[in-house]
């Protein structure tokens, strides 16, 4: 089988050939139809994330890894402890997959596993820029019902990601009150979710007047260029006073600095952090208690949320996005598409 591997931060991905792999026990084995390519990808690219002051933190780069975790792709084969699933029908791999043995994963929260011992596929573990990917479990593959093959992948990340961050704020947010920063793949799906899974229209927030104008079709209750001096009283306006939660999506420095203004004076508001732009940022601590504030990190999500957003997948509750199709050859190219910028929305790779 053919896989696109990291043989050495920032290089190139190479193209090898090598033997696919047969599974034994629990395992099994699905020929990818589509991996979505997300901003983590990125970062698992270049070896580290930004810790601000010229400070890197390094990834947890595995030898010749093959990267990819939004996979979908047809079961082939299984091992003979295997029983639940059906070889030749599509599946949705969830990618966050632990140990098994420690307290998180004991605890449900399997994809808070240590770094260490995690077996995250595409991350920790070989993943779906390949012919094919070899899963610990069958646990670990979820039906798609209807999905179009090249969206499928992306909830296993991106669309777990923004469920479990929405999820977070108190979904009885009304539209005005509740922000997303980002118009990228992630904020549209979030858009997507929240809008068809909650019945809430998030107002947006990007520097891309293109990605403003996508997330203003796609639903968005009012959308806000960063770069306008007057960003915070615009939002201020549309929101009676300032918003009740923002989820960041980005994850710098700035957006950190203006998330925090939108506020106003309300109190007991939410800032939800998922994006890994990096950097770091100062708080002006007698004010995360005159105004009960609290800033929480959301790293993707767990195995029940993920049988809970494939429930509404599954029954056509969230309404697919468009996804930009390429061949698995063009994998260097795509990610630098998307480092720079230069991808509208959500992208596959297609073997």
């Not at 896989?3 to 190479?14: D, M």
């Not at 039906?143 to 992948?153: I, M, Q, S, V, Y």
């Not at 922000?179 to 229209?201: H, P």
């Not at 609290?294 to 993920?306: D, F, P, Q, R």
Request: a negative charge; proline letters at 3%; one cysteine or more.
């Amino acid at each position: 089988m053919k896989s696109y591997k990291i043989t050495e931060s920032e290089k190139p991905l190479v193209e090898i050939n090598h033997e696919t792999p047969i599974p034994v026990g629990k395992q099994v084995l699905v020929k990818t139809i589509a991996c979505g390519v997300c901003h983590s990808d990125i970062h698992i690219h270049d070896g580290f994330f930004d810790g601000g002051d010229g400070n890197k933190i390094p990834s947890r780069l595995q030898d010749n890894l093959t990267m990819g975790h939004e996979v979908y792709g047809e079961l082939v084969s299984v091992g003979e402890e295997v029983s639940n699933v059906e070889i030749g029908k599509k599946y949705v791999i969830y990618p966050w997959i632990g140990c098994g043995e420690c307290d998180q994963c004991n605890n449900g929260m399997e994809h808070y596993c240590s770094p260490f011992t995690a077996q995250n596929l595409g991350v920790n573990v070989d993943g779906g820029y390949s012919d094919y990917v070899l899963v610990k479990d069958e646990k670990y593959l979820f039906d798609a019902g209807d999905t179009p093959d090249n969206l499928a992948g992306s909830y296993a990340c991106r669309g777990l990601t923004a469920y479990s961050a929405l999820k977070k704020t108190n979904q009885n947010n009304t539209s005005n009150k509740l922000a997303i920063i980002g118009a990228g793949g992630l904020g549209v799906l979030a858009l997507k979710i929240a809008k068809s899974a909650f019945n809430i229209q998030p107002l947006v927030i990007d520097i891309d007047e293109q990605k403003l104008n996508l997330a203003k079709e796609l639903g968005a209750s009012a959308v806000f260029n960063a770069t306008h001096t007057n960003v915070v009283e615009e939002v201020s306006e549309f929101s009676n006073g300032g918003v009740h939660a923002v989820i960041d999506f980005v994850g710098s420095e700035q957006t950190l600095e203006l998330g925090n203004k939108l506020f106003g004076l309300n109190k007991g508001c939410k800032y939800i952090l998922v994006g890994l732009f990096g950097g770091k940022y100062s708080l002006t601590l007698p004010m995360m208690t005159f105004g009960a504030r609290t800033i929480e990190g959301s790293y993707v999500g767990s195995l029940a949320e993920m049988h809970e957003l494939m429930e509404l997948v599954r029954a056509n509750k969230i309404e697919p996005v468009k996804v930009n199709e390429r061949d698995l050859s063009e994998v260097n190219k795509t990610l630098a598409d998307l480092k720079n910028g230069n991808i509208e929305g959500l992208v596959c790779l297609k073997p």
